[in-house]
């Protein structure tokens, strides 16, 4: 299985940013998958983003609820994090992952770099 991230390396406080994870060697409908938005700052470490379950459940955590949402594109087997008003605090390492529960990840991608600054 292999996941890699897609979007913008830069976007501009207040801005919405938007990235996406294409799969290939597996399906993002595969009974009992989950595929996950982590990222990673210096500040704050590894953070759970949410996950979109084969089924098209979403969950997201709670401190992003407001402002996150989790979609797929089955035509495309991708998986799309979309985060509204971003601040610089939202500069990180954004990674796209695999796993049977939404809280374990067992293959993830490459990650992407994203920088929120004016």
């Known amino acids: 299985v292999q996941l890699q991230e897609s979007g913008p390396g830069l976007v501009k406080p207040s801005q919405t940013l938007s990235l996406s994870c294409t799969v290939s060697g597996d399906s993002i409908t595969t009974n009992s998958s989950y595929w996950t938005w982590i990222r990673h700052s210096p500040g704050k470490g590894l953070e759970w983003m949410g996950a979109?379950?084969?089924?098209?459940?979403?969950y997201v955590v709670p401190s992003l609820k407001s402002r996150t949402s989790i979609s797929r594109d089955t035509s495309k087997n991708q998986s799309t994090l979309h985060l509204d008003s971003v601040t610089p605090e939202g500069t990180a390492v954004y990674y796209c992952a695999r796993g049977p529960r939404r809280t374990t990840q067992e293959c993830w991608g490459q990650g992407t770099q994203v920088t929120v600054s004016s």
């Open positions: 979109i379950a084969y089924s098209g459940k979403t």
